[in-house]
């Protein structure tokens, strides 16, 4: 998607390892978010941020935690990877908490924790 | 709290005929309503939205949907579907002033040749 990009795109990793998933923007948007989405849940919000160092949790944050130290870039961490994360994360943006111009999202990222 | 439902996991149709997807949402007060579209192996790309005004929105590949607050629902139809409308369609809310978006759990529409 246009000025949006999430690496790696696929990653199998072990239980138990540290894993990022990293979001970038060229856009100069101030929020940006990540999601996971799963069979059966739809997405579900995991982390956003409204500006550099600014973050919050969303409904499902257990085991990840962000950071953002520069506007075009947002990471996902998870800390110690377990089964129950194997996911397809997206990360979005949007210029003013998406009230009229809701999200743009990237192509996701296929993470699977064996 | 606020919550939407796809009431439909899978919506088979045939080529040119018209489709409905239903989506309902349940709030207290005034919601932002959002359909998003997911072609395979991608992201999710914004089809429609509701803010204010006319009930009825059009997008520009021939989608509509209507918001009716009594019904508090979002139903999004097209009169006649392609082969290339195959996709997952996620129905979306958000509270104004709210910093996020509320999905629900997507409809997959398969059009049949």
């Known amino acids: 998607d246009a000025g949006i990009t999430q690496s790696p795109r696929h990653k199998v990793t072990e239980t138990g390892t540290p894993v990022t998933l990293r979001c970038h923007q060229t856009?100069?948007?101030?929020?940006m978010y990540w999601y996971r989405q799963d069979p059966g849940h739809g997405l579900r919000l995991i982390h956003y941020?409204?500006?550099?160092?600014?973050?919050d949790k969303g409904e499902v944050s257990d085991g990840y935690s962000v950071s953002r130290s520069k506007t075009e870039d947002f990471l996902l961490t998870l800390e110690s990877a377990t089964s129950s994360q194997t996911s397809v994360y997206f990360c979005?943006?949007?210029?003013?908490?998406?009230?009229?111009?809701?999200?743009?999202f990237g192509s996701g990222t296929r993470l699977t924790v064996v | 709290a606020q919550s939407v439902t796809q009431l439909d996991s899978q919506v088979p149709v045939f080529e040119e005929a018209p489709v409905e997807l239903r989506c309902n949402y349940s709030?207290?007060?005034?919601?932002?309503l959002f359909w998003y579209v997911q072609y395979p192996n991608q992201g999710l790309q914004l089809l429609l939205k509701?803010?204010?005004?006319?009930?009825l929105v059009e997008s520009i590949n021939g989608f509509e949907a209507e918001f009716n607050k009594s019904q508090t629902s979002f139903h999004l139809r097209k009169p006649s579907v392609h082969i290339s409308d195959t996709a997952e369609y996620f129905c979306?809310?958000?509270?104004?002033?709210?910093?996020?978006?509320?999905f629900g759990t997507g409809t997959r529409l398969t059009v049949i040749p």
């Open positions: 856009e100069n948007h101030r929020y």
């Open positions: 979005a943006i949007s210029e003013s908490g998406g009230q009229s111009y809701g999200y743009t």
């Open positions: 709030s207290s007060v005034s919601v932002y």
């Open positions: 509701y803010l204010s005004g006319s009930t």
């Open positions: 979306a809310v958000r509270l104004p002033g709210a910093n996020n978006l509320f």
């Open positions: 941020s409204y500006g550099v160092k600014d973050t």
